[in-house]
Nanobody, 121 residues
Framework: QVQLVESGGGLVQPGGSLRLSCSAS????????MSWYRQAPGKERELVAI???????NYADSVKGRFTISRDNAKNTLYLQMNNLKPEDTAVYYC???????????????WGQGTQVTISS
């Protein structure tokens, strides 16, 4: 069993910052890509940022220059530093990790439960 637990969401004013974390626990052999998605009310879930095992990141155009994705492979933890937040960043943020539980198993996608981020004055 693998569990992803997110933390760090909340309510902040425009221009503020938040740092999200996603900690993976359970039987984990290897984590490949790790990513953050978000879903605003009435909209589809969208990819915000993704990072490879070697640490190479990519970002959605809407967050480039404001968000930074990082990972700590030793702790099986994913982070998202969000700066200069805007009202349009308001959404539920989900972490996603593609990982394998053993040397012989096929990598699968796992999702966190989501954490609410609200940007409002």
């Amino acid at each position: 069993q693998v569990q992803l637990v997110e933390s760090g969401g909340g309510l902040v004013q425009p221009g503020g910052s938040l740092r999200l974390s996603c900690s993976a626990s359970g039987t984990i052999f290897s984590i490949n890509t790790m990513s953050w998605y978000r879903q605003a009310p009435g909209k589809e879930r969208e990819l915000v940022a993704i990072i490879t095992r070697s640490g190479s990141p990519n970002y959605a155009d809407s967050v480039k220059g404001r968000f930074t994705i990082s990972r700590d492979n030793a702790k099986n933890t994913l982070y998202l530093q969000m700066n200069n937040l805007k009202p349009e960043d308001t959404a539920v943020y989900y972490c996603n990790e593609r990982l394998s539980s053993s040397k012989w198993s096929v990598a699968q996608d796992y999702w966190g439960q989501g954490t609410q981020v609200t940007i409002s004055s």
